[in-house]
C-alpha cells in the first residue's frame, strides 16, 4: 500500500518552454501532497505544500509564478515548470500524506528534469 | 531553529558490520522522526520512525536510537549488507512547520562485500 507515482519519470525541454509533472496517490487519498527539488548530491529542498482544493504554499525563495502547483483531487497533484530555463534541471519529488491518518510522508520515485 | 544536522557526510563499512548514522536538532517541537533511503535516481523510501516518548524503536536490522534530552537521534543498520548501500536522511517534523518535514543533509553509506 501507499503507493505514490510520479509521470513522466525523465523529460527534456527546449529552454522556454513549460513542463508539467503529475504526482498521484495509487491507493490511498492524500489531503496534503509536497514537491520538493534535489540536486545532485544534495538533500531534498521542499519548494512547497499542497492542499487539496486550496492554493500552495511556496516556500521562501521559490516563485509562485514559475512552479504552478494544482492539487485538484485527493488523488492527484501537478506542478508546472513555466518558460523553463537550465537552472531549473533537477530531480522532482513528490510526497503525499493520507488524510486522517499519521504523518508518515510517501515519496514518488522522482522526475529527472534537463532543460536545454 | 529548523535545522537537522547529520553525520558523517559519508561512511564505509564492511559487510556484517554495523552502520551509525546521527542527527541532531534544535527545534524541540519536532514531534516525529523519520528515516528515508534512497537510491540513485529514485525516491525516497520511508525506513523506520519514532516519537519523542520513546527511545528505542527496532525494525529489523534498523534501530533508531532517541535521546530527547540531547536532541538527537541516530539510525543503526545490523548486519550491514552491500545492498544498503545507498544515501540515508534523517528528517523530523512538527513544531510551526505544518507537516514538512525537516531533512538533514544526508549519509552515503558504502558497504564493501
Known amino acids: 500500500g501507499a503507493v505514490v507515482s510520479q509521470h513522466p519519470s525523465r523529460v527534456i525541454c527546449k529552454s522556454g518552454t513549460s513542463v508539467k509533472i503529475e504526482c498521484r496517490s495509487l491507493?490511498?487519498?492524500?489531503?496534503?501532497m509536497f514537491w520538493y527539488r534535489q540536486f545532485p548530491k544534495q538533500s531534498l529542498m521542499l519548494m512547497a505544500t499542497s492542499n487539496e482544493g486550496s492554493k500552495a504554499t511556496y516556500e521562501q525563495g521559490v516563485e509562485k509564478d514559475k512552479f504552478l502547483i494544482n492539487h485538484a483531487s485527493l488523488t492527484l497533484s501537478t506542478l508546472t515548470v513555466t518558460s523553463a530555463h537550465p537552472e531549473d534541471s533537477s530531480f522532482y519529488i513528490c510526497?503525499?500524506?493520507?488524510?486522517?491518518?499519521?504523518?508518515?510522508?510517501?515519496f514518488g520515485p522522482g522526475t529527472r528534469l534537463l532543460v536545454l | 531553529q529548523q535545522q537537522v544536522k547529520q553525520s558523517p557526510q559519508s561512511l564505509i563499512v564492511q559487510k556484517g558490520g554495523i552502520s551509525i548514522i546521527n542527527c541532531a536538532y534544535e527545534?524541540?517541537?519536532?514531534?516525529?522522526f523519520p528515516w528515508y533511503q534512497q537510491f540513485p535516481g529514485k525516491g525516497p523510501a520511508l525506513l523506520i520512525a519514532?516519537?519523542?516518548?520513546?527511545s528505542e524503536k527496532k525494525e529489523g536490522r534498523f534501530t533508531i536510537s532517541f535521546n530527547k534530552s540531547a536532541k538527537q537521534f541516530s539510525l543503526h543498520i545490523m548486519d550491514s549488507q552491500p545492498g544498503d548501500s545507498a544515501t540515508y536522511f534523517c528528517a523530523a517534523k512538527g513544531g510551526t512547520s505544518y507537516g514538512k518535514l525537516t531533512f538533514g543533509q544526508g549519509t552515503i553509506l558504502t558497504v564493501h562485500p
Open positions: 519514532i516519537r519523542p516518548d520513546v
Open positions: 510526497s503525499a500524506r493520507e488524510a486522517g491518518v499519521g504523518e508518515t510522508q510517501y
Open positions: 527545534n524541540t517541537a519536532f514531534d516525529y
Open positions: 491507493d490511498f487519498q492524500a489531503t496534503t
